[in-house]
């Protein structure tokens, strides 16, 4: 009898805590559209295109009545980079980075560009560490190092489509 | 009449005064000292090259050329092949960033807060760099600044493509 008694409150206590836990129980995901710059010219190798994405991200929160503090983690799910048609075979590789005035730079995706790719999907990161807090801390950037395989004496635009999927609770 | 002339002269190079001085304390024509780092350096091993470039208010090194670009074990390009995520040991040495996120602390003249990775390894170190006649001073520590080891980086000149 006793172990039954105990067994239950083994439960309740159980149920009790993992209703308790701050896990987020809503997940959204939300996609930026966004062109990443290098200003010509730009010399054979590794170049780097850049854009700011922390207004995105702030926009999205507010249309979507969610605050800061309900967020648990974001993370990115996919990227997909567009090549512009006179830049088909001069793009080799493709390292996208995020990083933020007080957060470190890490990589979240990579992509080896075949020739001719017009569409280029980027594989993302395992690891990926404070990117809500690089998203949230007042600037925040992405770059792409771009290696090319030519000199080019215009700017180099990366469109780039980033899809992240945002746990929070309610 | 003598005291007006002197008065004229006077207001006359105040003006000039106010002029060369507010043209010297335009912030915009202040550099920062924080941007003597940035330019191409070899490391002492002579094994590759690191461009040093300033993005936002932070500064970071990307490995340029390499002495041995093609790894001998696959004919290939050398890529991060002991990088932590396997999802990344994709991503080639040339062009990668190995400083990262370092800021420029005037006071003691030294780039501070951020990292360098040993590719040939796949470690991270905490990092201080300090630069003296074109030498860079990198040091290279986990946890106490004064276990580490510092390797000497000279500055590249290199000319200017026709």
Redesign the interface.
Known sequence: MKLIQLTILCFGLLSMMVSCSPEANNSKEFSIDTVLTASGPLFEGSNTCQAEISSNIAEYIKENGISKEQIVDITLKSAAASIDTSNLNLVESINLQVFSDNFPMQNVAFANVEEGSQIVQLEVADVQEQLKAILFDGKSYIIADATIKEDLDDDLNLPMNLNFSINYHK | MNNMKKSITLVGLLALLFTISSFTSNPASVQDGGDDIIGIWEPSNGKARVKI?K????Y?G?I?WLREPIDPATSKPKVDKNN?????R???L????ML??FTYDEASKEWTDG?IYDPESGSLYNCVITMKDDVLNIRGYVGVKALGRTDTWKRLKLKK?N
């Not at chain 2, 932590?84 to 990344?88: G, H, L, S, V, Y």
């Open positions: 470039e993005i936002g208010s932070k970071y990307k340029v932590e995520d396997e999802k990344m994709n991503v080639p040339r062009g990668y960033r990262k996120d990292t493509k």
